[in-house]
């Protein structure tokens, strides 16, 4: 079982409240990674850090923000959800390294937007 | 485009029994490719990983193969049980950036039935 979390574990809020989505690992690994997943569908990579004070984004267009001032911490923050935003968002973490390294993916938080 | 497809989308089979499922995978330079299952309201969790020169892996009941010159994987569950219920999703790594890139697809939902 891997050592990441994530809360809330389910989420129902109203049209245009600010929410944040918090994530945390106990592994000590520098990269950490958000992915939106839709019922059926692929996992869809949103944000990505390598390491403290350093994100990216992914290759899905996405209205969220991240934020990476500790290592063991990586929190998606919606500034106004809105009911496109409902899915399913999974935190992942990894070791350093390039190509192949495994993925720890936490439980995911089930957001709907009403 | 690099992508990954997996048959069949959705599978129903009853305890005890063995099943396959399919993976292909156009993602290049390929680096691994590992499966995953996810159960239901949870983060997928590695189950194997294949690199280019592995053919054959087994993880208990699980036996992934790789064809890396038709770019095709399967993964072979023997005795089924009712905890093999759940999505089993093929991702493929390439070794063409520092973040290895991760290529997923879209699962296929296996049901166990008593």
């Known amino acids: 079982e891997a050592d990441i979390y994530q809360t809330p574990r389910y989420l129902v809020i109203g049209t245009g409240k600010k929410i944040t989505l918090e994530c945390s690992q106990t592994?000590?690994?520098?990269?950490m990674y958000w992915y939106q997943q839709d019922p059926g569908m692929e996992l869809h990579l949103i944000h990505y850090?390598?390491?403290?004070?350093?994100?990216e984004k992914g290759d899905l267009s996405s209205e969220s923000t991240v934020s990476r001032i500790r290592t063991e911490h990586f929190p998606l923050t919606l500034e106004s959800a809105r009911p496109s935003h409902t899915s399913q968002y999974l935190c992942?973490?990894?070791?350093?390294?390039?190509?192949?390294?495994?993925?720890?993916f936490g439980p995911g938080t089930r957001l709907t937007v009403t | 485009k690099n992508q990954v497809e997996q048959s069949p989308q959705s599978l129903i089979i009853l305890e005890g029994k063995n099943c396959t499922l399919q993976c292909n995978y156009t993602v290049s330079p390929f680096s691994n490719l590992r499966w995953y299952k996810q159960d239901t309201g949870r983060g997928p969790v590695s189950l194997t990983i294949?690199?280019?020169?592995?053919n054959t892996k087994s993880n208990g009941r699980y036996t992934a193969t790789l064809d890396a010159d038709t770019k095709q994987s399967s993964l072979h569950i023997t005795a089924s049980q009712l905890s093999d219920s759940a999505s089993y999703i093929c991702?493929?790594?390439?070794?063409?950036?520092?973040?290895?890139?991760?290529?997923f697809g879209r699962g296929t939902q296996l049901t166990v039935w008593p």
């Open positions: 592994m000590g690994h520098d990269k």
């Open positions: 991702v493929v790594s390439d070794r063409g950036s520092t973040l290895g890139r991760l290529y």
């Open positions: 294949m690199t280019f020169s592995e």
């Open positions: 850090s390598y390491g403290v004070n350093s994100t």
């Open positions: 992942a973490s990894s070791e350093s390294g390039t190509s192949g390294v495994k993925q720890y």
